[in-house]
């Protein structure tokens, strides 16, 4: 089992940034790739980015690209996500999740996060 803990989230005007972390205990922290999803209200699930195990290859939706980068240090057990100029529609519930496969499907990943909130004023 791998337990995951978002923190970070908050109130950010819009063009702000903000840093996401997510900590993980139990199993092997290095043997999982790691991702962030979002959720706004009222939509699906929706895929932000993800690293490899290693964390020499990442992967980021169209929407994020340039803006947000993911990245670990497998020494501390923790992911990141910094977020730069943030837009209203970045405003979502963002988790952290961890599995076997490194991927931008949901369903490839075993282990979530409760989620942080994160939003941006106009």
């Known amino acids: 089992q791998v337990q995951l803990v978002e923190s970070g989230g908050g109130l950010v005007q819009a063009g702000g940034s903000l840093r996401l972390s997510c900590a993980a205990s139990?199993?092997?922290?290095?043997?999982?790739?790691m991702a962030w999803f979002r959720q706004a209200p009222g939509k699906e699930r929706e895929f932000v980015a993800t690293i490899s195990r290693s964390g020499g290859d990442t992967l980021y939706a169209d929407s994020v690209k340039g803006r947000f980068t993911i990245s670990r240090d497998n020494a501390k057990n923790t992911v990141y996500l910094q977020m730069n100029s943030l837009k209203p529609e970045d405003t979502a519930v963002y988790y952290c999740?961890?599995?076997?496969?490194?991927?931008?499907?949901?369903?490839?990943?075993?282990?979530w996060g409760q989620g942080t909130q994160v939003t941006v004023s106009s």
């Open positions: 139990g199993r092997t922290f290095s043997g999982y790739a």
């Open positions: 999740a961890g599995g076997t496969y490194y991927s931008g499907r949901s369903e490839r990943y075993d282990y």
